[in-house]
């Protein structure tokens, strides 16, 4: 049975999802946008039924508890929330895995922050998908744009993402009730506004996330063949075997894009097991 409990990260206090024995190994999911903890939970609930003790919380800026008062929402900032969400959970290792935004923070199933610059030079389409990052900056307009027809914006998102994938009015509303709240809105497109400058997704800006490139830890990267958010030509410069001395197995699956987890779900919560019971 999925319960929510709060996670205290600093000054913020996070919602979150939990499930399963509180002896069994942590399982941390990470949810990007324009998205909530909800589109894992078929996965929540499988394994926790497999003996894993769940958590996916909502990010930063997704409920007034969490926007920040500094309006920080770096990479790095982040990435240090879900530092700080494994402290509040008091565990010593947890299985992370992330989603989008989730993912850049996680270095789990996208290629490395700091090579998407060079995987852009070796994968241009990727400029082409990367058109939305430019326009969700674009202050009032964005901001007019995505509040109509209770966000059909963001659902075509969606829907282009992945092209065989249509999330239902009823997962849609579960969403849009999350991206309604005070400052909510706001707080999502800032994610963008920090991290996905023209100078930063080329790599011409020097950041202390894009410095960084060693992944110490075993990682699979899961990418959907027909990803129209992240290319998949971007796996092929974007994972550098060098920088993850632990191993890294991409996964590709074809007939899938972006939200494969909720196109495949029990295909993806089986490679999540198999992956834990390797390691």
């Keep these: 049975m999925t319960e929510t409990t709060v996670l205290d990260v600093g000054e913020a206090r996070h919602t979150a999802l939990v499930a399963g024995p509180t002896d069994g190994d942590i399982v941390l999911f990470v949810h990007g946008f324009p998205d909530t903890p909800r589109s894992f939970d078929h996965h929540v609930t499988a394994l926790a039924e497999a003996g894993c003790r769940v958590v996916a919380p909502y990010s930063r800026g997704y409920e007034p508890s969490s926007i920040p008062a500094d309006d920080r929402f770096g990479i790095m900032d982040l990435a240090r929330d879900t530092i700080g969400f494994v402290d509040a959970i008091g565990a010593g290792r947890v299985h992370l895995v992330g989603h989008d935004w989730g993912a850049a923070t996680s270095f789990i199933a996208v290629p490395?922050?700091?090579?998407?610059?060079?995987?852009?030079?070796?994968?241009?389409?990727?400029?082409?998908?990367?058109?939305?990052?430019?326009?969700?900056?674009?202050?009032?307009?964005?901001?007019?744009?995505?509040?109509?027809?209770?966000?059909?914006?963001?659902?075509?998102?969606?829907?282009?993402?992945?092209?065989?994938?249509?999330?239902?009015?009823?997962?849609?509303?579960?969403?849009?009730?999350?991206?309604?709240?005070?400052?909510?809105?706001?707080?999502?497109?800032?994610?963008?506004?920090?991290?996905?400058?023209?100078?930063?997704?080329?790599?011409?800006?020097?950041?202390?996330?894009?410095?960084?490139?060693?992944?110490?830890?075993?990682?699979?990267?899961?990418?959907?063949?027909?990803?129209?958010?992240?290319?998949?030509?971007?796996?092929?410069?974007?994972?550098?075997?060098?920088?993850?001395?632990?191993?890294?197995?991409?996964h590709r699956m074809d007939g899938v894009g972006h939200w494969l987890l909720l196109e495949r779900p029990e295909e993806t919560t089986q490679l999540l097991l198999d992956w834990f019971a390797a390691g």
């Design 112 to 250: 490395h922050p700091a090579r998407f610059a060079a995987a852009v030079r070796d994968a241009p389409i990727q400029l082409v998908d990367s058109w939305y990052m430019t326009f969700l900056q674009t202050g009032p307009v964005v901001r007019w744009t995505s509040q109509r027809g209770d966000f059909a914006l963001w659902r075509w998102l969606w829907d282009r993402w992945s092209p065989g994938y249509r999330i239902t009015d009823e997962d849609w509303a579960e969403h849009t009730s999350t991206f309604s709240q005070p400052g909510g809105m706001a707080a999502m497109l800032t994610y963008y506004r920090a991290n996905t400058g023209p100078l930063k997704l080329l790599g011409l800006a020097k950041t202390e996330w894009n410095q960084m490139t060693t992944v110490p830890v075993r990682t699979p990267a899961v990418t959907g063949v027909d990803d129209r958010c992240i290319h998949t030509k971007m796996w092929n410069a974007g994972i550098v075997r060098d920088h993850f001395p632990a191993g890294v197995t991409v």
